[in-house]
């Protein structure tokens, strides 16, 4: 598609119950991005996935979250046992190297609700 | 303490007027990143700036990277110009990211 995709765009769940987020980004990006921003705070890096590389999951705030990318392509981000701090919008981003320069392409992203 | 400080957190503004929003970092970086979030929309990257200046219609992105600080300029503002303007900065070490919390700016007719 032409813009980076994510599902479902809202989300509400229970506590403790499982959830995937899913980002398909633009064809041809070699990386890929999750942040989440949670009400009234600034955007947080949560992974990176770059090519083939192990991806940088610095960001991740507890073992409940983990996320793959599947070829190169879509990503999954799961979070296991959700809490209420989990609420807040979840958005992906994909990026292209050219020409030494890179531009990022967010998603709409994921509002989740955990109640 | 922040690694991104943008002021001012909320600003408005007459149509037409001449906006400047600031970013301050405090670590070593690769790239800053301007970003613009609608309310109720996604985000859309502005521009990336490592060095100098970049013009894009009637916004301007300025970085000095010895003070480490950036500035987005809006000419000529419309109302259409109202949102989130973010100021986000990759690492020159990794691929770590950091955020700043957010201008939010509203521009009345």
């Known amino acids: 598609g032409a813009g980076v995709s994510q599902s479902p765009s809202n989300k509400v769940t229970e506590k403790g119950k499982d959830v995937e987020l899913r980002c398909d980004p633009i064809s041809g990006h070699t990386a890929l991005y999750w942040y989440r921003q949670s009400l009234g705070q600034g955007l947080e890096f949560l992974i990176y996935f770059q090519g083939n590389s192990a991806p940088d999951k610095s960001g991740l705030p507890s073992d409940r979250f983990s996320a793959e990318r599947t070829g190169g392509s879509v990503s999954t981000l799961t979070i296991q046992r959700t809490q209420q701090e989990d609420s807040a919008v979840y958005l992906c981003?994909?990026?292209?190297?050219?020409?030494?320069?890179?531009?990022?392409?967010f998603g709409s992203g994921t509002r989740l609700t955990v109640v | 303490k922040n690694e991104v400080e943008q002021s001012p957190q909320n600003l408005t503004a007459q149509e037409g007027e001449f906006i400047t929003i600031n970013c301050s970092y405090s670590v070593g970086i690769s790239a800053l990143h301007w970003l613009q979030q609608h309310p109720g929309g996604g985000i859309v990257s502005l521009f990336m700036?490592?060095?100098g200046k970049k013009k894009h219609g009637r916004l301007i992105a300025t970085i000095n990277i010895q003070e480490k600080h950036s500035s987005l300029h809006i000419t000529a503002s419309h109302p259409r110009d109202s949102a989130v303007y973010i100021c986000a900065v990759r690492s020159e070490t990794g691929n770590q990211f950091y955020f700043g919390t957010g201008t939010s700016l509203t521009v009345i007719p």
């Open positions: 700036l490592s060095s």
């Open positions: 981003a994909s990026s292209l190297v050219r020409r030494g320069q890179v531009g990022y392409t």
